[in-house]
């Protein structure tokens, strides 16, 4: 992964971290703030594999850990991430097959 490439280069690393653990209630605005940075983001897919595979706690390629977990246990997608892809311009065929993808690897390497 180009890190030197990354949209979120420079920034407040906390914005990416601080919903789900530190808020009585899921953020929703931050979260959809974050997404359309990372999803303008030229190594988003990487980011959100890595995120997939290795990390537990944070928003990775746009996703958050709830929507990484949800992807593992069956569930799919969101609608809250299918709205926010539509509004984003982001394809949300693209983003399911970036978590499939990451899935697929995650299980070969027995990551999960
Ligand atoms: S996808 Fe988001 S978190 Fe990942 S490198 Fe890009 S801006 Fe940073």
């Known amino acids: 992964m180009k890190y030197e490439e990354a949209a979120c280069l420079g920034m407040e690393t906390e914005i990416f971290f601080t919903f789900e653990d530190a808020l009585p209630q899921f953020d929703i605005e931050s979260v959809t703030t974050v997404r359309k940075i ?3 983001c030229p190594i ?3 980011c959100l594999i890595q995120g997939f595979r290795q990390e537990k706690y944070g928003i990775w ?3 958050t850990e709830v929507e990484r977990q949800h992807i593992r246990n069956g569930r799919g997608m969101s ?3 299918r709205r926010d892809c539509s509004q ?3 394809a949300a ?3 399911y097959g970036a978590l499939k993808e990451a899935q697929r690897q995650a299980r070969e390497a027995n990551d999960v």
């Open 44 to 46: 988003w897919r990487d």
């Open 61 to 63: 390629g746009g996703i």
């Open 93 to 95: 065929e693209e983003v």
């Open 38 to 40: 990372c999803f303008k």
């Open 79 to 81: 609608q809250r991430l």
């Open 88 to 90: 984003m311009g982001v």
